[in-house]
């Protein structure tokens, strides 16, 4: 007889749990879930408040040029449209975690949440990138029609590319070190058992 | 939801609690994390309890609930307390016959269980169930032939472990 089915032999007679009574049951229900589901939701609202409150509370330039005002307008409408299309997309992601849906199913509509808080953070660090670019063209733009000398233009010009580039690297860095740091360590287990199903599946087939 | 529906959820748990006992003591170590999982999962079978339509059996929809709960939804212990060893606390009062020796191998067969991933404690819990494959592989989610060649490795695999700890 093999280990598991020895085990087997006693699994079903064995009811020696501490019985919990009714009232303790009907306590538990009415708790706070620790799930990674509501740590997901939780995260994942406070980033749609932070990014949502940077973006009204940075202070808007007023724009000489009737090209950048149009330029911003189109972006400030781009940006509400892609954060409304987020919000939208994390809803209904939600909605289709059910607990009752076979493994596989449950642990990709978890992974589906978190790619869309994935993609939402990568958005708003390209807007946040966009922006600052537009901001450095306008500079030059400026600097060139008050008619600043070639030196202070190419200054201008030389020290707006460095910074353009070294923000990048920035964004990028921040960008998966937050993923890094924050899921990593929540969906760490989800991650580790997801890749166990999806290796059953491919070692087989 | 109303009270009558909280009545008769706790009426049924409370007479299927085992279901959750079972599943808890494969995934938890010791009792505060088999206390800790058990509510979980408590909380998400009455969060899914307006999805039970009643014609499938009451412990069918729970383990899958409480399954998928170990798996995908538990995170782990909220807070660490002092710590009583699961199987020194109640492998003791498991049979009515004690008999040492046979508790000393359930218990090596444990530790072997429990050093399983989340996905081979799933397949050993339906296979300890009398889960057929088709059940095993609607529930995980995978194909019938996958689950029974994983079941198979399974049984090797802990045959290996136990013979690593120099046997029973």
């Given at each position: 007889m093999d280990g598991l089915d020895l085990l087997k032999q006693h699994w079903k007679d064995n009811n020696s749990f501490p019985k919990i009574q009714k009232n303790e049951l009907q306590a538990m229900l009415h708790k706070s879930s620790s799930s990674i589901v509501k740590w997901i939701f939780t995260i994942c609202c406070v980033e749609f408040i932070v990014w949502i409150t940077i973006s009204i509370f940075i202070p808007a330039e007023r724009e000489d040029f009737l090209f950048f005002q149009v330029a911003d307008v189109i972006y400030n409408v781009v940006f509400y449209a892609f954060i409304f299309f987020f919000i939208y997309q994390f809803y209904t992601l939600l909605i289709r975690i059910k607990n009752t849906s076979n493994t596989r199913k449950l642990i990709e509509s978890i992974l589906a949440v978190r790619t869309n808080a994935h993609n939402y953070i990568r958005f708003n660090l390209i807007a946040a990138y966009a922006a600052f670019g537009i901001q450095f063209i306008q500079l030059i733009v400026k600097e060139y029609t008050h008619r600043s000398s070639w030196g202070e233009m190419i200054f201008v010009l030389v020290l707006g590319s460095i910074l353009f580039t070294l923000f990048g690297f920035l964004f990028i860095w921040l960008f998966k070190l937050y993923f890094k740091i924050l899921y990593g360590i929540l969906l760490k287990k989800l991650n580790s058992n997801y890749d166990e199903l999806i290796r059953l599946e491919e070692n087989e087939t | 939801m109303n009270k009558n529906k909280e009545i008769e959820f706790v009426g049924l748990l409370e007479q299927h609690q085992n279901v959750l006992h079972k599943i808890c003591k494969l995934y938890a170590s010791d009792l505060d994390t088999h206390k800790d999982l058990f509510q979980e999962m408590v909380i998400q079978l009455w969060r899914s309890y307006p999805t039970f339509k009643g014609d499938s059996k009451f412990t069918t929809w729970a383990y899958r609930?409480?399954?998928?709960?170990?798996?995908?939804?538990?995170?782990?212990?909220?807070?660490?307390?002092?710590?009583?060893?699961?199987?020194?606390?109640?492998?003791?009062?498991?049979?009515?016959?004690?008999?040492?020796?046979?508790?000393?191998?359930?218990?090596?067969?444990?530790?072997?269980?429990?050093?399983?991933?989340?996905?081979?404690?799933?397949?050993?819990?339906?296979?300890?169930?009398?889960?057929?494959?088709?059940?095993?592989?609607?529930?995980?989610?995978?194909?019938?032939?996958?689950?029974?060649?994983?079941?198979?490795?399974?049984k090797t695999k802990l045959k290996s472990m136990i013979n690593q700890n120099g046997g029973y």
């Open positions: - | 609930v409480a399954l998928n709960t170990a798996i995908s939804l538990y995170r782990g212990k909220k807070r660490k307390i002092t710590t009583v060893d699961w199987d020194n606390s109640l492998q003791n009062i498991c049979y009515e016959e004690y008999d040492p020796a046979q508790e000393e191998k359930l218990k090596t067969l444990y530790g072997a269980v429990r050093q399983l991933n989340d996905i081979e404690k799933a397949l050993v819990y339906m296979y300890l169930e009398d889960k057929d494959y088709t059940e095993i592989s609607e529930t995980l989610g995978i194909s019938e032939v996958n689950a029974r060649v994983k079941m198979n490795r399974i």
